[in-house]
């Protein structure tokens, strides 16, 4: 019996509009192929003019060190081409020791691995009636048989699917970062608050003085945003390229594009390592609250730096208020991902309750809203958070039930706050269970520690090493390869 561990691997489940991914590392180790997959695995979910019939999809394999009786270590694909090499992740560095194969498979619509005729840049909404998510979590049941699943952001939440739906295949689980709540057009549900409720405890917990800063300027802007005058001011004061913003709706596209999204991205983010698609910096948000701590008590001053450093300009350069890092597509994938957050995976994450580092918004965050722009429908179109939760079962009975799941997290990352609920403690090795990594960034625990320090998803942080040795000891248990079992 093969044993598998299913790789997914994603960054972030929505921006306002910017696609976060890591850049493009080209797969250099282990071998790349194509197979022929199944358009439609389910007479029901797709559409006669998606066409039937199979397409090409990439996969990775490697048996170098494969013993039998050994794991096979899958890794999903995500929403984008540039994520998907098994080499990049800690699959790489367990090959050896566990006996394991490695397998990584494409996810279906990204990267190389798409329809006959379909080209993104002028698809009709129909032609993405394929991409749907059984679809998707059929490609990889087809594509191997007994697994070991591990996966991180939208890739943790199919890494959570695969064991509840598909449990014979999918053996064992270990979804990182994971959306497993707050999802819909409900817009009610408390859950929509709880992202940013995270972000500010981080900026707290890592300066309470600089939070307070940052609090204080941030009520000032939102303020100022009626008040030509005072925005003047804070233009000046923000040292913003000229021409200036002239209206209120670049004002608040500011505002929220970059201001609160810079922010947020330096608390999600917060690698170890220089990663040139989110902040080519380590540890953006050290250095945002250092700046903060040395910057003048004034609203221009304090907001202007989180923006910059986004931008990856120097402070004493103007902040390019009208960069095309803030706020627009900078990553192809994005698209289809957007299809993707409007059809099955409606993040309702970005709302902002009273509170907080930042002043209060609301009716902000639905994903699902994409679809009228898309000219696609939602799947879950009337449901509430908690309608959607039960169905895709991600209650704590359904997730104790299915046992084998080790959810991780990392403490700066605002999708922590989104992820699975409470567990009953157990001493059942199989018991389903959440660990929370102190010191690391969405989805960092799932980088391979034989990345050298400062390479891009590189590690050999003190916090990286401790998330695996508690992730590799619960794979071996689970796997019967551990002394003593
Ligand atoms: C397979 O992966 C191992 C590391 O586990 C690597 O050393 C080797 O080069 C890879 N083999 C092939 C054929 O790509
Ligand atoms: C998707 O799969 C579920 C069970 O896994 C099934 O109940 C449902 O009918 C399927 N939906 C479609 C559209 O095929
Ligand atoms: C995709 O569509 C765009 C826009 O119509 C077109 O410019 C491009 O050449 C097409 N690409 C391919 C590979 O057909
Ligand atoms: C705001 O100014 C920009 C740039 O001049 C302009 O394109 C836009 O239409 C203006 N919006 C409003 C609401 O006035
Ligand atoms: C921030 O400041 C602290 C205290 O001065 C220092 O130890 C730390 O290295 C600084 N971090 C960064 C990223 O600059
Ligand atoms: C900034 O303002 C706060 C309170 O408004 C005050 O406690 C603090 O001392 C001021 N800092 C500087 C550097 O002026
Ligand atoms: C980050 O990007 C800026 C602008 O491209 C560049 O000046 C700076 O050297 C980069 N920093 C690092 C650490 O790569
Ligand atoms: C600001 O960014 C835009 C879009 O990237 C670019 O066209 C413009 O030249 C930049 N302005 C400055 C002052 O760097
Ligand atoms: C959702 O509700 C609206 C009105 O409340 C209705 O028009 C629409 O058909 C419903 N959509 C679905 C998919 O049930």
């Keep these: 019996m093969y044993r598998t561990l299913f790789l997914t691997y994603v960054f972030t489940f929505f921006s306002l509009s910017i696609g976060q991914t890591l850049p493009p590392l080209p797969c250099t180790i282990n071998p790349t192929s194509f197979f022929d997959q199944t358009l439609n695995h389910d007479a029901n979910s797709g559409s006669a003019s998606a066409g039937n019939g199979a397409f090409k999809q990439k996969y990775q394999l490697n048996t170098t060190h494969f013993k039998p009786g050994g794991p096979i270590l899958f890794y999903q694909g995500a929403e984008t081409s540039s994520i998907n090499c098994i080499e990049n992740t800690v699959l790489q560095d367990w090959a050896e020791e566990m006996g394991a194969m490695l397998a990584g498979l494409e996810h279906r619509f990204f990267g190389d691995s798409l329809p006959a005729g379909f080209n993104q840049t002028a698809a009709a909404p129909e032609q993405y009636d394929p991409l749907t998510l059984n679809n998707t979590l059929l490609d990889s049941v087809n594509f191997i048989d007994r697994v070991f699943v591990l996966g991180g952001s939208y890739g943790g939440t199919l890494t959570t699917l695969l064991r509840l739906f598909h449990p014979d295949t999918f053996y064992g689980a ?91 991205y330096a608390a999600q983010f917060n690698y170890h390592y220089d990663n040139p698609a989110t902040f080519n910096v380590s540890r953006p948000l050290d250095i945002i609250v250092n700046q903060t701590l040395s910057a003048a008590n004034n609203t221009g001053e304090v907001i202007r730096i989180a923006p910059q450093l986004y931008d990856m300009r120097s402070q004493d350069l103007c902040l390019n208020w009208t960069s095309d890092r803030f706020g627009s597509d900078t990553v192809l ?69 299915a046992k084998r799941i080790l959810f991780t997290q990392g403490s700066y990352d605002p999708t922590t706050a989104v992820g699975p609920p409470v567990f009953p403690v157990s001493n059942d090795r199989d018991a389903t269970r959440t660990v929370l990594f102190h010191g690391l960034a969405h989805t960092e625990e799932l980088n391979s520690g034989l990345r050298g320090p400062g390479t891009v998803g590189g590690g050999h942080s003190e916090a990286l090493k401790l998330a695996h040795i508690v992730m590799k000891g619960t794979v071996m248990d689970w796997a019967g390869l551990a002394q003593g079992d």
């Excluded at 040292?239 to 201001?259: D, G, H, Q």
């Excluded at 970005?350 to 898309?374: E, H, K, M, W």
């Design 174 to 264: 270990i979804p990182s970062a994971p959306l497993i709540k707050s999802f819909g057009l409900d817009a009610q549900d408390p859950d929509r608050f709880e992202w940013f409720k995270w972000v500010s405890q981080v900026y707290r917990d890592e300066s309470a003085e600089a939070a307070a800063k940052i609090k204080e300027a941030m009520l000032d802007f939102s303020q100022s945003l009626s008040s030509p005058s005072k925005l003047s001011k804070i233009a000046d004061d923000a040292r913003l390229c000229k021409p200036y913003p002239t209206n209120v709706t670049e004002w608040t596209t500011f505002y929220t594009s970059a201001v609160i999204m810079s922010y947020w």
């Design 333 to 401: 994938d994005q698209e289809v991902f957007s299809v993707i957050t409007c059809k099955y995976l409606p993040a309702n994450t970005i709302d902002i309750a009273p509170g907080g580092i930042f002043p209060p918004r609301d009716g902000y965050g639905n994903s699902a809203r994409n679809c009228v722009n898309l000219g696609q429908s939602p799947t879950f179109a009337n449901k509430t958070n908690a309608e959607i939760i039960k169905i895709y079962r991600f209650t704590v009975p359904d997730l104790v039930k």
